[in-house]
């Protein structure tokens, strides 16, 4: 069993910058790729940014590409993102998210992790 625990939320101002992490615990870690998502209120689930976990790629939704990157740590069985020119509509709670293998959908599911941005 997966554990997820997103941490670095909190509320900045239009412009400035956040940077989530996202720790991993289990007895074997190793997924095919982690992602974050995000859900405002009234909104339907976005995913944000994905990376996959052996060899790093990754993808973004157009709403943040140039923005935000996510990395990962192998080693510390940890994922970031970084948030950088951020925006009011950027405003939500992150999560991220495990995907186990190549044809499945993301299963494992931190708590969440509140962003707030004010204009």
């Known amino acids: 069993q997966v554990q997820l625990v997103e941490s670095g939320g909190g509320m900045v101002q239009a412009g400035g910058s956040l940077r989530l992490s996202c720790a991993a615990s289990?007895?074997?870690?190793?997924?095919?790729?982690m992602g974050w998502f995000r859900q405002a209120p009234g909104k339907a689930q976005e995913f944000v940014a994905g990376?996959?976990?052996?060899?790093?790629?990754?993808s973004y939704s157009d709403s943040v590409k140039g923005r935000f990157t996510v990395s990962r740590d192998n080693a510390k069985n940890t994922v970031y993102l970084q948030m950088n020119s951020l925006k009011p509509e950027d405003a939500a709670v992150y999560y991220c998210?495990?995907?186990?293998?190549?044809?499945?959908?993301?299963?494992?599911w931190g708590q969440g992790t509140q962003v707030t941005v004010s204009s």
């Open positions: 990376i996959s976990w052996s060899a790093g790629v990754t």
């Open positions: 289990g007895r074997t870690f190793s997924p095919y790729a």
């Open positions: 998210a495990a995907r186990g293998n190549y044809d499945s959908w993301y299963d494992s």
